[in-house]
């Protein structure tokens, strides 16, 4: 004021507060200017993303998580894209809440689940497709709504696949197969759209049959598990009947091969002893004779009560032999 005042009194004009106002602007647009720089310069890439970045919207890099730089002022746009992370689609059902009890919401998306089998019966079927982003640039630029081609690409293939199927080999016999050619035919439609897409798997959940038909497939049901168990019954008894007369018809064919066998070894060393003997008769017959006369002498005399030795020139021998009766002995 003393200045204003002084400068006042020796010019007689009053001064003119325009350059102040306009250095405090420039400092002010200089130091935004400057924050803006500062702000658009770095930019931070985290663990499970890249950075996509563009220029006046071309792609000319892709960088890995940490601190990068790039021009500041909108030139150099940076999308942070998330390539490690696993994503899922549900088909057929919502989760409400994920946690250790997981929540669920059925009956909102029927008209995607309910679907025709091969063998022309209905099937409520539920699935998840998890899929994790693999190129990131083909992923942003490439195709518009790629959340929106996965479930279209996911539901037409699923129907297609369970089209060739009956109701029985979705529900349970097929089930891991079908979600494995699901899997290949969806990853061939999304590579041909070039959309950046890791189909990772195809999870069947619940196929059932709709509530109105419920009741007939459960019938249907118990009476195949009463036909299967009625199979079951009768192997187990052709099981417990068959092997053990085949067990029993192979022990008496062996058994009377054994006797015929043995029959058959025995007769032959019969017949090789007496050919034996017969040679060795041959050779000096009057020594096998007393020899055989001896032996059978040795064989038949034990079991004789009494013996008589006589000579040969005796004659007479009757009476000697009643003595006995007579009383001789006395």
Same mark, same amino acid.
């Given at each position: 004021?003393?200045?204003?005042?002084?400068?006042?009194?020796?010019?007689?004009?009053?001064?003119?507060?325009?350059?102040?106002?306009?250095?405090?602007?420039?400092?002010?647009?200089?130091?935004?200017?400057?924050?803006?720089?500062?702000?658009?310069?770095?930019?931070?890439?985290?663990?499970?993303?890249?950075?996509?970045?563009?220029?006046?919207?071309?792609?000319?890099?892709?960088?890995?998580?940490?601190?990068?730089?790039?021009?500041?002022?909108?030139?150099?746009?940076?999308?942070?894209?998330?390539?490690?992370?696993?994503?899922?689609?549900?088909?057929?059902?919502?989760?409400?809440?994920?946690?250790?009890?997981?929540?669920?919401?059925?009956?909102?998306?029927?008209?995607?689940?309910?679907?025709?089998?091969?063998?022309?019966?209905?099937?409520?079927?539920?699935?998840?497709?998890?899929?994790?982003?693999?190129?990131?640039?083909?992923?942003?630029?490439?195709?518009?709504?790629?959340?929106?081609?996965?479930?279209?690409?996911?539901?037409?293939?699923?129907?297609?696949?369970?089209?060739?199927?009956?109701?029985?080999?979705?529900?349970?016999?097929? @089930? #891991?197969?079908?979600?494995? !050619?699901?899997? /290949?035919? =969806?990853?061939? *439609?999304?590579?041909? &759209?070039?959309?950046?897409?890791?189909?990772?798997?195809?999870?069947?959940?619940?196929?059932?049959?709709?509530?109105?038909?419920?009741?007939?497939?459960?019938?249907?049901?118990?009476?195949?598990?009463?036909?299967?168990?009625?199979?079951?019954?009768?192997?187990?008894?052709?099981?417990?009947?068959?092997?053990?007369?085949?067990?029993?018809?192979?022990?008496?064919?062996?058994?009377?091969?054994?006797?015929?066998?043995?029959?058959?070894?025995?007769?032959?060393?019969?017949?090789?002893?007496?050919?034996?003997?017969?040679?060795?008769?041959?050779?000096?017959?009057?020594?096998?004779? @007393? #020899?055989?006369?001896?032996? !059978?002498?040795? /064989?038949? =005399?034990?079991? *004789?009560?009494?013996? &008589?030795?006589?000579?040969?020139?005796?004659?007479?021998?009757?009476?000697?032999?009643?003595?006995?009766?007579?009383?001789?002995?006395?």
């Amino acid at each position: 004021m003393e200045w204003a005042e002084k400068t006042v009194k020796t010019t007689g004009k009053k001064p003119n507060p325009r350059p102040m106002v306009k250095r405090v602007v420039i400092g002010v647009i200089l130091g935004v200017l400057g924050l803006i720089f500062l702000f658009t310069l770095f930019y931070q890439v985290g663990t499970n993303e890249v950075g996509v970045v563009t220029r006046f919207g071309k792609h000319i890099n892709t960088t890995q998580p940490g601190l990068h730089t790039k021009i500041p002022y909108g030139v150099d746009r940076v999308v942070k894209v998330p390539v490690r992370s696993v994503q899922k689609e549900e088909f057929g059902f919502r989760t409400v809440r994920a946690g250790v009890r997981t929540e669920y919401v059925k009956g909102r998306a029927l008209e995607e689940s309910l679907m025709l089998s091969g063998d022309l019966n209905s099937a409520v079927v539920e699935w998840t497709v998890q899929y994790r982003i693999s190129d990131p640039a083909a992923y942003l630029y490439k195709v518009r709504n790629v959340r929106s081609i996965i479930r279209d690409a996911s539901e037409t293939v699923m129907r297609q696949v369970v089209g060739d199927r009956s109701v029985d080999e979705v529900i349970i016999l097929a @089930r #891991r197969e079908v979600s494995l !050619t699901v899997k /290949e035919q =969806l990853q061939d *439609i999304l590579d041909s &759209y070039d959309a950046g897409i890791f189909v990772v798997t195809v999870e069947l959940k619940d196929v059932n049959p709709p509530d109105p038909v419920k009741p007939a497939f459960n019938e249907v049901n118990e009476a195949k598990q009463e036909q299967e168990r009625m199979v079951n019954e009768a192997w187990e008894a052709y099981n417990q009947v068959i092997p053990k007369a085949s067990g029993e018809a192979e022990k008496t064919i062996r058994q009377a091969e054994g006797y015929a066998l043995n029959r058959i070894n025995r007769a032959q060393g019969d017949a090789n002893a007496f050919l034996s003997m017969w040679k060795e008769y041959n050779l000096s017959k009057d020594v096998t004779r @007393r #020899r055989l006369y001896l032996e !059978t002498m040795n /064989e038949v =005399l034990p079991g *004789i009560d009494r013996k &008589y030795i006589i000579d040969s020139d005796q004659q007479g021998l009757l009476p000697l032999l009643r003595l006995e009766e007579r009383g001789g002995q006395q």
